[in-house]
């Protein structure tokens, strides 16, 4: 029973081309993260929901757009895709959006343009 | 801003001998501190986290790691290490106000070698 999924786990895709990566979680938490993880291993914010609203909206593209339809799903769209984009995105839930409460990852989603 | 600097990108040790895996800090306000443990394939998982209270703090699988407000740094130790442990181990800090922005050190990759 998985806490934190995602979905797809991996997805190659061309440049130009539009997508969703889909994440959901079943531990009742109210704050969902996304982040992004290079090659380098290298993991930086993106973005937070609390209550689906946003809260954390860190220098990304306008080509990125989350939704949040409820508490327990925060996707993430991607217009244009670009090789920069390449990445293993990872969503995060935590119960509250206090700087103390412990975030759970999901697997990660590996997003490869070519 | 905050930032992370894990000083090592690679630690290679031999199976049932002691870690360290160092991990310093910039902040001009009150942090809290976490070390999280990526295994293969996977997403990230809390080892354990700093608030407060005693600056020694025990995780999981046997792993601890001190608090140094002094030298700004928090050290992950383990006394004797498992094939198993072999993984990305980051180190993250986030500020006590505000939204909850992780913010991620580069990684130290953990071999345990046989």
């Known amino acids: 029973d998985t806490a934190v999924s995602q979905t797809p786990k991996y997805l190659v895709t061309q440049m130009g081309n539009d997508k969703s990566i889909k994440c959901e979680q079943n531990l009742g938490h109210d704050t969902m993260y996304w982040y992004k993880q290079d090659s380098k291993k290298f993991l930086k914010i993106m973005f937070s929901?609390?209550?689906?609203?946003?809260?954390i909206n860190e220098t990304v593209p306008n080509r990125f757009s989350p939704k949040s339809p409820d508490k327990a799903h925060l996707n993430l769209h991607i217009n244009s895709l670009e090789l920069g984009d390449s990445a293993v995105y990872f969503c995060a839930s935590s119960q509250g959006k206090r700087s103390s409460y412990e975030q759970y990852f999901g697997p990660g989603t590996r997003l490869t343009v070519t | 801003a905050q930032s992370v600097t894990q000083l090592d990108s690679q630690v290679p040790v031999f199976e049932e001998a002691p870690v360290e895996l160092r991990c310093n800090y910039s902040?001009?306000?009150?942090?809290?501190l976490f070390w999280y443990v990526q295994y293969p394939n996977q997403g990230l998982q809390l080892l354990l986290k700093y608030l407060s209270g005693s600056t020694l703090v025990k995780g999981i699988n046997g792993f601890e790691a001190e608090f140094n407000k002094s030298q700004t740094s928090f050290h992950l130790r383990k006394p004797s290490v498992h094939i198993s442990d072999t993984a990305e181990y980051f180190c993250?800090?986030?500020?006590?106000?505000?939204?909850?922005?992780?913010?991620f050190g580069q990684g130290t990759r953990l071999t345990i070698n046989p």
């Open positions: 929901y609390n209550n689906k609203e946003l809260i």
């Open positions: 993250a800090v986030t500020t006590i106000q505000g939204a909850q922005k992780l913010v």
């Open positions: 902040s001009s306000v009150s942090v809290y």
